[in-house]
């Protein structure tokens, strides 16, 4: 039945990725009035969200940027719908990265990659990456429950030479790599929620501390990678750039903690420009507050 009802969706999902762009964003439209207009996906989840982290903001302001995150959000479900049959060619037309050099620089080091964005923009489309590097591409990532699904993610990225690793095995996966002299660049998406434990390490974020994920700094000095980050930038409606930036090429040498918060006031200067973009329906924020019930590192 699992099987049946894949195959049914598949199909559906297929079709709806065949529709041009233009008919996309009209699908997009009637999307962002259901969701947002009836259904109301997560309002109440934004609206906190931005007034926690704009307070400066007047509600009319805020409103502003809620309207138009919900626009996004819809043309990013459908962007990631359309990534089932985009071709590379029209991959790289609407998603541009801009400076490569710096990455292949980087490739010269001879070390692996570690590539730390938070969920902005459209990070679904940063694996045609694959197409630029000589290293393989790395997506770290949560395996989906149903085998079906988490198959055809998977596939869907290694069109792009891309492979997704389960966040269950993604230590013993670069170790065994680098036993092979195999580089990678490893695309962490670093800005999600850590379950909430003793030991973790907070950060204030947007004004706001929160438990921060360590995994991608502990990795780097761990397996002794380098360390850049990707600034996506939606420029307009379907199109995407992308600049890389230094956190670190010296990581034994990095005070502990410094690249994470390098990396969230990154995050921050992106939030701040174009808070639209941001996904603003995640709950980051929700262990506000909780801080001295905790230890910390």
Not at 18 to 44: D, E, G
Not at 118 to 124: A, F, I, Q, S, V
Not at 172 to 196: A, M
Request: proline share 3%; glycine share 4%; aromatic share 14%.
């Amino acid at each position: 039945m699992k099987y049946l009802l894949f195959i049914v969706i598949y199909a559906l999902l297929w079709c709806v990725s065949k529709l041009p762009f233009k008919v996309l964003y009209l699908l997009s439209n009637v999307f962002y009035f259901l969701i947002y207009k009836v259904v109301k996906y997560r309002v109440k989840t934004v609206r906190y969200n931005l007034e926690l982290t704009f307070p400066h903001l007047s509600v009319i302001e805020r409103k502003a940027i809620e309207r138009k995150f919900y626009i996004h959000l819809c043309d990013l479900f459908l962007e990631m719908i359309k990534t089932i049959t985009i071709s590379p060619k029209e991959l790289d037309k609407r998603f541009v990265f801009t400076n490569v050099e710096l990455m292949k620089a980087y490739e010269q080091k001879q070390k692996s990659i570690i590539l730390m964005l938070p969920h902005y923009g459209n990070w679904e489309w940063v694996i045609g990456l694959g197409q630029h590097l000589d290293f393989k591409g790395f997506g770290i990532y949560k395996a989906l429950k149903n085998k079906h699904f988490d198959k055809l993610f998977r596939d869907i990225r290694s069109r792009f030479n891309a492979e997704l690793i389960d966040t269950h095995h993604t230590t013993g996966t670069i170790r065994e790599n680098q036993t092979k002299g195999l580089y990678g660049t490893y695309l962490f998406l670093s800005d999600q929620t850590p379950l909430l434990r003793e030991n973790l390490h907070w950060e204030p974020f947007m004004g706001v501390e929160v438990p921060v994920h360590m995994g991608a700094e502990a990795l780097a000095r761990k397996l002794n990678m380098n360390i850049l980050y990707l600034k996506v930038e939606k420029t307009k409606r379907g199109h995407y750039q992308a600049t890389f930036s230094e956190i670190t090429d010296d990581i034994k040498n990095e005070p502990k903690y410094k690249p994470t918060r390098m990396f969230l006031d990154k995050v921050e200067e992106q939030i701040k420009a174009a808070p639209a973009y941001y996904f603003w329906t995640h709950k980051r924020w929700k262990h506000k507050g909780q801080k001295q019930q905790f230890k910390t590192r």
